[in-house]
């Protein structure tokens, strides 16, 4: 019966590492190859169309439709020697994924055949028909118009024989179908509250730039183990399956030997990631068996939001060239680590960084510990909504298990940044003393002095700062970091504007402005202390303590959802012209219908697992068992027969309890999600599924994994855990 399960056991085990791509030029040389970016605009624009191009791209100037045409001749000379032949707006639906409708640069010529064009009007807009992409109800189906506008500020690459073009993708009625649209916009309003800001220091600032580093993790399975798991192929995740008997207890797989099918892969997709912009920079085993991590240099948070999406994508395909599957879900393997993406978030300044210490001088420290300040009130006062940014289906397997940030947002700051916070808000003495990196010296004279940074670091804070930025580490592997951007950038623009606003009033009231500032911190970080929190997130004490301090400690997934539609949310959002009450309301709906479908698939593919292949198998091995009894009977005395049939009936009546147990559960189950998919209300549909389907899985699962122990190996259809998540 298991002939396939050993089949692609012994194939996975037999694969022989793929050949190492070995390219010919330094990775300085081919970055960028297929990006139409400044250097290439520079070569193939006309230099006058190049400068509006620039000032489009650098100032956010308007672009003409005249100059579009120009830019879209040059790209479409470039793109054709690289033997493009079609084009696509590329754009990121409130899927979790990014679309794409390709068109080929053909026209009629009206003499009987055809032309290569391209013109500005492709590049600049298409309406791709919307109908099918979630809507949350803004569009409905009979107006299916969607608009996709081209995005300048995310340079055109070229994937295979395609031109892509980043964009963003709005209904007819001018509401945002996407993530991209209310990410530009929260990035204009954290810049223009951020240089406000900065004037006060340094006039020569006249832009501010929000950055992000995000390290993206993910699991590979080999390619004949996955086809093998409806569960995985289905739904991204295993739901059934007992742990390994060793899997990351011994902790030696994080920072370990990379493996050489996996270092191929690796090598594979940093070229194709190089070729198309990507600074990839760092990749590592990471803490469970077949999970790994990669990390580029941070970049302008847009393009870093485009080039995570990208590489999601990419990495899906190049693991498939070798004879891998590369896995996303935030939980693919329960019991072992988890997958995020960490989100390394900065400001810096058209002058410098923002968030460094120490500065130059008084004044430079003062505006560190102005924006650290500020952005502490940002998080304190929508950290119920920043929650709800990283929230989904999959990442809540993350959160709040003892191996993520805990489902309770707070922030760590290291103890010099937290005294010199102590001493500001407890002293009058207005000066801001904060020493650089201290040396610490080893004992061992060849080796040279190490800089010690003046934040050490605490893995279970989910917003810590580590040097020269903040950590936002909830976020999910699968996700798009625009959600979670959203929310941050609109968070300290919102505090960012209130910070100055008060220090205005200080200031016409005859205050001087340093002091104004101080005043205006002091006030600051005693408001927002509730958020800094330096100890175990992972405690039960915490959870408590954070009630106490009045911060969000809600678990359930939909009921998260509901932040965005809080007061407070819906204020800032429109105030700073991110997004619309109807906007909201119908992305909300989205996150619930999301949430709602995805459980739903999840039960459903349980159920067929459950009924067609874990029963049969086990009930396959009780009726061995029951003929070996029999046998037993024919053949033994009485007294003989008691002592060797003992184990074998116990275990026949265990299998038949367990057997009753799944079959009554999965019944139990199927009646819970008909009651659930009679509400029609999307919320309360995905606190039903929450609240009385998922639970029931978790209990089913169980008896699974017992019987998974007790029966025959030969028998068990499905790939183990000890196999996925120990072949390379
Ligand atoms: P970690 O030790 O946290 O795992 P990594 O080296 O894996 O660190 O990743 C750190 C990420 O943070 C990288 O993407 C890096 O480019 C990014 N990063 C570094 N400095 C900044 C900064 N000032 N702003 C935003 N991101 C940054
Ligand atoms: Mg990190």
């Known amino acids: 019966m298991s002939s396939f399960r050993f089949q692609v056991v012994g194939d996975a085990f037999k694969k022989q590492p793929v050949e190492v791509a070995t390219p010919k030029e330094r990775p300085s040389e081919y970055f960028g190859k297929y990006v139409f970016n400044k250097a290439k605009m520079y070569k193939y624009l006309p230099k006058k169309v190049y400068d509006k191009m620039m000032n489009v ?8 439709r005249a100059t579009a045409d120009q830019v879209a001749a040059g790209m479409k000379q470039w793109a054709m020697e690289l033997g493009v032949t079609h084009c ?8 979790d994924t990014t679309a794409e409708k390709h068109d080929a640069f053909v026209e009629h010529d009206w003499k009987g055949g055809m032309i290569e064009e391209f013109e500005g009007k492709s590049l600049v807009q298409q309406e791709p028909d919307a109908s099918s992409f979630p809507s949350g109800g803004i569009r409905s189906t009979f107006e299916a118009r969607g608009y996709s506008a081209w995005d300048p500020t995310s340079p055109v690459f070229v994937m295979g024989d395609t031109l892509m073009i980043p964009t963003v ?46 390290e993206q993790e993910y699991f590979l399975i080999d390619e004949g183990l996955y086809s093998a798991r409806p569960d995985l192929l289905l739904t991204g995740r295993t739901l059934m399956g007992h742990s390994s008997a060793k899997d990351q207890q011994m902790d030696d797989h994080y920072f370990a030997n990379i493996p050489m099918r996996v270092s191929a892969f ?6 194709n ?15 469970a068996p077949n999970q790994f991590e990669l990390a580029p240099i941070f970049e302008e948070t847009n393009l870093a939001v485009d080039h995570n999406m990208l590489i999601m994508s990419l990495m899906k395909k190049v693991a498939r060239k070798h004879g891998f599957r590369c896995l996303l879900h935030e939980k693919p393997f329960d ?15 058209n002058t410098g960084v923002l968030l460094h210490a120490p500065g130059k001088d008084d004044l430079s420290n003062l505006r560190f510990v102005t924006f650290i300040v500020e952005t502490l009130m940002g998080v304190y006062r929508h950290n119920g909504l920043l929650k709800a940014s990283i929230m989904s289906a999959t990442n809540a397997h993350r959160l709040g298990a003892n191996e993520a940030p805990p489902a309770i947002v707070s922030s760590f700051l290291g103890r010099q940044l937290t005294e010199v916070l102590d001493h500001l808000e407890n002293s009058t003495d207005d000066s801001i003393d904060i020493s650089g990196k201290a040396g610490l010296k080893l004992d061992i004279p060849s080796i040279p002095e190490l800089l010690i940074d003046n934040t050490d670091r605490n893995r279970t804070s989910p917003f810590a700062f580590t040097g020269n930025r903040f950590e936002f580490r909830a976020v999910g592997s699968e996700a798009n970091c625009a959600s979670a951007m959203i929310a941050l950038n609109a968070a300290v623009a919102e505090a960012l504007i209130s910070f100055k606003e008060r220090v205005d009033a200080l200031i016409a009231k005859g205050t001087d402005k340093h002091a104004a500032i101080i005043s205006v911190l002091r006030d600051d970080i005693k408001t927002c202390k509730p958020i800094r929190f330096d100890g175990n997130g992972y405690s039960d004490e915490w959870v408590e303590e954070a009630e106490r301090r009045g911060l969000d400690v809600e678990k359930s997934c939909p009921i998260i959802f509901d ?3 809080d007061e407070a949310s819906v204020e800032m959002f429109e105030k700073l012209n991110i997004m619309t009450l109807k906007e909201l309301e119908a992305r909300n709906e989205i996150k619930w219908e999301t949430y709602t479908k995805k459980i739903q698939i999840e039960a459903r593919i349980f159920g067929d697992l459950s009924i067609n292949h874990i029963i049969p198998q ?14 037993l009977k024919m053949i033994l005395s009485e007294e003989e027969f008691k002592d060797t049939a003992a184990s074998n009936l116990k275990l026949i009546s265990e299998i038949s309890q367990r057997v009753k147990t799944i079959e009554d559960g999965v019944q139990a189950l199927v009646d819970a999600r008909k009651v659930a998919n009679k509400i029609t209300d999307e919320r309360e549909k995905a606190i039903a599924y929450h609240d009385n389907v998922e639970p029931m899985m978790e209990e089913i699962r169980y008896h699974i994994d017992k019987l998974e122990t007790k029966v025959d190996d030969e028998v068990w259809t499905l790939p183990k855990y000890r196999e996925m998540l120990f072949i390379r």
């Not at 690796?266 to 070229?271: A, K, T």
């Not at 990631?273 to 803490?287: Q, S, W």
């Not at 009930?619 to 029999?630: D, E, H, P, R, W």
């Open 273 to 287: 990631a190089l070729e198309l912009g990507i600074p990839c920079k760092t990749r590592h085993n990471e803490v």
């Open 88 to 95: 696509t707006h590329w754009f990121q639906p409130l899927t």
């Open 335 to 349: 019991g072992v680590n988890g997958s995020g993406k960490h989100n390394n978030w900065s400001l810096s300044t």
């Open 563 to 565: 932040r965005y539609l």
């Open 618 to 631: 086990v009930v396959s091995y009780q009726t061995k068992l029951a003929q070996n009894v029999a046998a």
């Open 266 to 271: 690796m090598r594979d997709l940093e070229i």
């Open 57 to 64: 791209i650098d100032n956010g100037a308007p672009l003409d």
């Open 169 to 214: 993708f709005i209904s007819y009625t001018g509401e945002a179908l996407d993530y991209k649209t209310p990410l530009l916009k929260a990035l204009r309003a954290v810049d223009k509250a951020a240089t406000d800001v900065c004037q006060y220091f340094d006039p020569k600032v006249t832009k501010v730039i929000s950055n992000l580093g995000w």
